[in-house]
Each structure stands twice: as structure tokens, then as C-alpha cells.
Nanobody, 124 residues
Framework: QVQLVESGGGLVQAGGSLGLSCKASGRTDRLYDMGWFRQAPGQQRTCIAGFTQSGRAYYADSVKDRFTISKDNSQNTVYLQMSNLKSEDTAFYYC??????????????????WGRGTQVTVSS
């Protein structure tokens, strides 16, 4: 089994920056892509950033050029640095890890490991 634990999040003013981290433990050899999803009230959970095993990052258009995903393999930790935050970035953010290989954007949620999530609130 794999456990994902997020940290970071909180309240920030629009235009500000915030960082999230997610540490994986357990059978981390079972993880493929790792990344971040978010879900705002009344909306679907969507993938906003992912990091492949080979070190390639991918982003949703809504966060491209503002968010940066990175990973420390030695610590089994993935990070999300968010800058120029907007009110529409307000959501619950989840760390996810894929069980089979493949982009987190396309995997069935049941084929992922999930963290419990952390709230990010951007005040305007």
C-alpha cells in the first residue's frame, strides 16, 4: 500500500505564492506518475499538474506558467509551487499517484493513490 500525505496550503492573497508538498511512503515502487488535482465546490476534481517517472512535467492550461511541479526522488516527495495565485485557484488540492503507468489526466481515479487533500484559499 502507498500513503500520500500533503502539507502546505492555507490562505493567501491574490497575486501571492504558496507551496504544497506531498510525501509518499509505503510501497513507493508501485507509483508511476505523481501529481496534483484540485476540486472547487460544485466542480469536478481535475488534474492540474503531473510528473512522470522519467522527469517530464505536464500542466493544465489553467495553471501553466504559474505553477511548477517538481519531485525529489530521494525523499519520495512531490512539490507544487504556485505563484500569481488567483481567486479561481481556490480549491481543495489533492496529491495523487498513479498505479499503472500513464498520465494522471487520463487514469481512472480508482487506479490512483490519493492523499487526504489540503485547502488553498485565495482572497481577492
Amino acid at each position: 500500500q502507498v500513503q500520500l500525505v500533503e502539507s502546505g496550503g492555507g490562505l493567501v492573497q491574490a497575486g501571492g505564492s504558496l507551496g504544497l508538498s506531498c510525501k509518499a511512503s509505503g510501497r513507493t515502487d508501485r507509483l508511476y506518475d505523481m501529481g496534483w488535482f484540485r476540486q472547487a465546490p460544485g466542480q469536478q476534481r481535475t488534474c492540474i499538474a503531473g510528473f512522470t517517472q522519467s522527469g517530464r512535467a505536464y500542466y493544465a492550461d489553467s495553471v501553466k506558467d504559474r505553477f511548477t511541479i517538481s519531485k525529489d526522488n530521494s525523499q519520495n516527495t512531490v512539490y507544487l509551487q504556485m505563484s500569481n495565485l488567483k481567486s479561481e485557484d481556490t480549491a481543495f488540492y489533492y496529491c495523487a499517484g498513479g498505479r499503472p503507468a500513464g498520465s494522471l489526466r487520463w487514469l481512472d481515479p480508482s487506479n490512483m493513490y490519493w492523499g487526504r487533500g489540503t485547502q488553498v484559499t485565495v482572497s481577492s
